[in-house]
């Protein structure tokens, strides 16, 4: 059914059909915001917790705690600033490639920290260190095609090396030895499924953004 005309007004003239409104553009995220900001204190406090990590020879229960206090804090920034960004629409660019950045620095500063004192096997920090620089490299592969946001998968492995990382920063005794082992020996697994994954995510984003070049 078609829709009925315009009633003329008086002296046989037509209303002319209201305008659209304009809808207002959206307002840009400014770089510099809140989110961000906690993202770039995660990597300061990352020299500090080296400092205090290696202080006293890496053995004195004080500076241990320090270090795990500052460790501590520096990965709950990472639950805030992403949590942050969502809530108040603060999400940017800078802030998807600089949030993950700034956990490897962190988690790589602590894994390679305990394997100098020799308390973390070289080849669990290698592993995770081919990873996650393999998938900072991999972010610059295809970054000119999209920016892959971090996973549930990615998430969870974050999570798993993080608690796996204050269990063995502690001055726990040798019989809780167990359970930092264990929780290691899941980071890893996590490590390897979501590098997998994350591989197979910028292949295809790189193939999609090559094939709309080629047909543009």
């Not at 209303?15 to 906690?38: K, S």
């Not at 400092?51 to 500052?70: N, S």
């Not at 970054?143 to 726990?172: C, D, W």
């Amino acid at each position: 059914m078609s829709a009925a005309p315009s009633e003329p007004a008086e002296g046989g003239t037509e209303v002319p059909p209201p305008r659209p409104v304009a809808q207002p553009e959206p307002t840009p995220v400014p770089t510099l915001n809140v989110a961000n900001l906690l993202t770039l204190s995660r990597l300061v406090l990352v020299p500090l917790f080296i400092a205090a990590l290696f202080a006293g020879d890496g053995t004195e229960t004080f500076w241990r705690a320090t270090a795990t206090a500052l460790f501590a804090v520096a990965s709950f920034t990472d639950q805030v600033d992403g949590w942050v960004a969502r809530k108040y629409g603060l999400i940017t660019d800078f802030g998807k490639i600089a949030d993950p950045i700034a956990d490897k620095a962190l988690i790589g500063a602590a894994l390679v920290g305990l394997s100098v004192l020799g308390e973390l096997a070289w080849w669990v920090t290698i592993v995770i260190a081919v990873r996650e620089i393999g998938v900072t490299l991999l972010r610059f592969w295809v970054i000119r095609h999209g920016v892959i946001p971090a996973s549930r998968g990615g998430k969870a492995k974050t999570m798993a090396q993080i608690a796996a990382i204050t269990v063995y920063l502690l001055p726990l005794p040798a019989s809780a030895n167990f359970v930092g082992w264990a929780l290691m020996g899941l980071a890893l697994v996590l490590t390897v499924v979501t590098g997998v994954d994350y591989l197979v995510r910028a292949l295809k984003l790189r193939a999609l953004g090559d094939r709309a070049g080629t047909t543009s």
